[in-house]
């Protein structure tokens, strides 16, 4: 899952915008949108049909609606694609594999790759072979290579499209805003780690799981640190003006956007507050009366 939390002024949020069912982004990538537009998805989850011969690979599945599988085959038409290679997952959340089972059931059997999680996967009966950081998938007039980039989800792998430099970013880099760091399973250390990664990689483009498509892709991340670093300094003026619960934290950071947004704001501010307690800045208490955490700078 995704969502924006980008902040000042009147801030990008993909809820409520509109992208096409099916287009062709680069001459080896074709989009097919997910049909689940939401709060947290956008206009809904971008999966990707990736190669230049009859048969594709497709990346992410969206989450198993009904509409996706109509939307999915006119894709492939467009494409040039017959039939589909295989499947490969970016990671386990349900807005990216819960579709495959309905995939599966329309086009036969399919080989499906991801990297494993036994959280993320137990949900599901069909089988997964384990894909692992440096893994490369090929197809004809295509070569992905696995980045291994936690943060987001533990099992997040993006995948760079060598013959052109583009990457497929999952849930790390999106078209528009930036990405949740859910508080339980991310980890707001390990995605800077992995937008460092991907920085190295001078991405051309960017083909995002969720928004459109990005075309200046080192730009882009490299956006995404500053963000970071800036959401980290708006906690820290926060703490120091007396807002020592995350609510309060996010009424202030996130002023300019809907409160519909603030329970997915505050996961983020979360993941914060935990990587500055690792680092020995900040300090918490329980609080019995709130039956939530006070915050304080050490």
């Known amino acids: 899952m995704a969502r924006s939390d980008a902040g000042g002024g009147s801030p990008p949020v993909m809820l409520g915008m509109q992208m096409p069912d099916f287009d062709r982004w680069s001459s080896r990538v074709v989009t097919a949108l997910g049909q689940n537009p939401s ?29 996706y599988l109509p939307v999915l085959e006119s894709a492939m038409e467009f494409a040039g694609c017959s039939r589909l290679q295989e499947i490969v997952l970016t990671h386990g959340h349900p807005d990216h594999i819960g579709g495959v089972q309905s995939i599966l059931d329309r086009m036969g059997p399919l080989r499906v790759r991801k990297m494993p999680n ?28 696995g980045i291994h980039t936690p943060g987001h989800a533990p ?3 993006c995948f760079l499209l060598e013959e052109e430099g583009g990457v ?18 991310g980890d707001l250390g390990d995605y800077l780690a992995s937008l460092e990664k991907l920085l190295d990689l001078t991405p051309t483009k960017i083909f995002p799981a969720h928004g ?83 915050w304080q700078l050490v």
């Not at 998805?41 to 690979?57: A, D, H, R, S």
């Not at 950071?253 to 507050?273: D, K, N």
Request: glycine share 10%.
């Open 39 to 67: 709060a947290f998805t956008g206009p809904g989850t971008n999966t990707y049909l990736v190669g230049t011969g009859e048969e594709k690979i497709l990346i992410d599945t969206g989450d198993g609606r009904p509409d």
């Open 118 to 145: 036994a959280a993320f996967d137990a949900p599901y009966d069909f089988a997964m072979e384990p894909l692992e950081d440096g893994c490369i998938i090929e197809t004809e007039g295509a070569t992905l290579r």
């Open 155 to 157: 099992d997040h792998l």
């Open 168 to 185: 497929f970013t999952g849930d790390n880099v999106l078209g528009v805003g930036t990405t949740i760091i859910p508080a339980e399973t």
């Open 212 to 294: 459109p498509l990005v075309e200046e892709g080192s730009a882009k991340v490299q956006e995404y640190l500053d963000h970071r670093l800036e959401r980290e300094a708006q906690i820290v003026r926060a703490l120091e003006t007396g807002a020592d619960q995350v609510p309060a934290m996010v009424k202030i950071i996130y002023a300019a956007y809907p409160e519909s947004l603030y329970a997915a704001a505050g996961q983020s501010v979360t993941s914060h507050l935990l990587k500055l307690e690792r680092e020995g800045r900040v300090a918490r208490q329980p609080d019995p009366a709130t039956e939530s955490d006070r």
